[in-house]
């Protein structure tokens, strides 16, 4: 039997949307055929900045660790529960959204973890 248009759709879907998986432990990556974990305790840098699509700014994380660079783009699923996940684990508060967002479609390249010591 012929797949249907939508059927074609939900297997495009799963190879090409990102999704992001969170746990006590850390949290999982996947985008097309790519798998990354990344434990919290192994997060040595996290940077926000903004990618200029045109039309729109797209915000995006870069986790930094010792085996490498994963990035998450905010129309991620599961970008949300990142966001919460990283205040809960890391004690990254949102405040740094505002300082990233602004101005539009510049980058605003800005460490969030560690967080800088205010002293």
């Known amino acids: 039997m012929k797949e249907n248009l939508w059927q074609r759709y939900l297997k ?3 190879r090409n949307v990102e999704i992001v998986e969170c746990d006590d432990n850390g949290l999982t990556h996947r985008f097309r055929k790519k798998t ?3 434990r919290w305790d192994d997060i040595e840098k996290i940077h926000a900045f903004k990618r200029d699509l ?3 700014d797209c915000v995006c994380l870069a986790f930094t660790s010792r ?4 990035e998450i783009a905010e129309d991620a699923e599961g970008y949300s529960e990142v966001l919460e996940r990283l205040e809960n684990h890391l004690g990254v508060t949102p405040e740094w959204m505002l300082t990233v967002m602004f ?4 980058p605003n ?3 969030i973890y560690p ?5």
Not at 67 to 70: D, K, L, V
Not at 115 to 119: F, L, P, T
């Open 12 to 14: 495009w879907r799963l």
């Open 36 to 38: 990354a974990h990344l």
């Open 54 to 56: 045109v039309t729109v």
């Open 67 to 70: 085996n490498g660079i994963i």
């Open 103 to 106: 101005p539009a479609f510049e």
């Open 109 to 111: 390249l800005t460490q």
């Open 115 to 119: 967080v800088a010591d205010a002293s």
